[in-house]
């Protein structure tokens, strides 16, 4: 199974997306591997070398 989400605090001063992979056995999660990005600005680095564009 594979959830997508949006997390974010209350007061929406923090942003993120996580996917979760489930593996499944006898209908048990046997064990999940979650990815998460932080919506905030690009770190100095990325910038530097000009990677990646803003999504709106």
């Given at each position: 199974m594979?959830t ?5 605090t209350?007061?929406g ?8 992979f489930?593996?499944?056995e006898d ?8 990815y ?6 690009a770190p100095a680095w990325r ?5 990646g564009?803003?999504i709106?």
């Amino acid at each position: 199974m594979i959830t997508a989400a949006h997390v974010h605090t209350k007061d929406g001063t923090l942003s993120f997306h996580v996917v979760s992979f489930f593996r499944m056995e006898d209908n048990r999660i046997i064990s999940v591997d979650e990815y998460w990005g932080d919506d905030g600005p690009a770190p100095a680095w990325r910038l530097d070398k000009k990677i990646g564009r803003k999504i709106s």
